[in-house]
């Protein structure tokens, strides 16, 4: 079955660490997305992809780093410069225009 | 800046009856819509899109209204059922560009039995 995983589901951080949450789809699209949700507020955008090598930042690129060498893989990492980082992760893949995303079922990052 | 906005973020609804849930945007440029459904701990699944064109896209129960004058749009569930229990989000995104979706902050339905 085709779609998007990302590991792990529960994350656990320590203040000052780095840590990359894994997206990977074997859905052929070509671009992919990180969205972050919080309580209370809509998705919002981290990064995209619309193709191998290259990305985008979104409207709150700060604090993260993404790569796309693969276009099966999109992994997002969280460096110790985001201020707030603890929040539900949503990677998701689209086929092009006029297609709605494909996402995967999120990873919940806490930093303790 | 909020493109797309939900202003309710919350509605209980009988069993049986309509919900309507709605969603207005302030980009005139939005030529493609779509209603996402969320559980807690997952990713949102696709329930239902609506290009500009139209002003009417039905699939079963499930029903998204737009009006492009009055930057609207609304779905409607009918009948409601406990399953449909979850938030909504409503987004939007251009056919140009990098073709980003814009969310909603959802709607969290309660469907009571």
């Known amino acids: 079955d085709g779609g998007i995983t990302q590991s792990p589901k529960y994350l656990f951080r320590k203040e000052g660490q780095n840590v990359t949450l894994s997206c990977e789809q074997n859905?052929?699209?070509?671009?992919m997305y990180w969205y972050r949700q919080d309580p209370g507020q809509g998705l919002r955008l981290i990064y995209y992809s619309q193709i191998v090598n290259d990305f985008q930042k979104g409207d709150i690129a700060e604090g993260y780093s993404v790569s796309r060498e693969k276009k099966e893989s999109f992994p997002l990492t969280v460096t110790s410069a985001q201020k707030n980082p603890t929040a539900f992760y949503l990677c998701?893949?689209?086929?092009?225009?006029?297609?709605?995303?494909?996402f995967g079922s999120g990873t919940r990052l806490t930093v303790v | 800046d909020q493109q797309v906005k939900q202003n309710s973020p919350s509605l209980s609804v009988q069993e049986g009856r309509i919900s309507i849930l709605n969603c207005d945007y302030t980009n005139s440029m939005f030529d493609y819509f779509l209603w996402y459904k969320k559980y807690p701990a997952e990713g949102p699944t696709f329930l239902i899109s609506?290009?500009?064109?139209?002003d009417k896209n039905e699939d079963g129960r499930f029903t998204v209204f737009l009006n492009k004058s009055a930057k609207h749009l609304s779905l409607h569930i009918v009948p409601s059922q406990p399953g449909d229990s979850a938030v909504y989000f409503c987004?939007?995104?251009?056919?140009?560009?990098?073709?980003?979706?814009?969310f909603g902050t959802g709607t969290r339905l309660t469907v009571i039995p």
């Open positions: 859905l052929n699209h070509d671009a």
């Open positions: 998701a893949s689209r086929m092009g225009p006029g297609y709605g995303y494909t």
């Open positions: 609506i290009s500009s064109i139209k």
């Open positions: 987004a939007a995104s251009l056919q140009t560009g990098a073709n980003n979706l814009f």
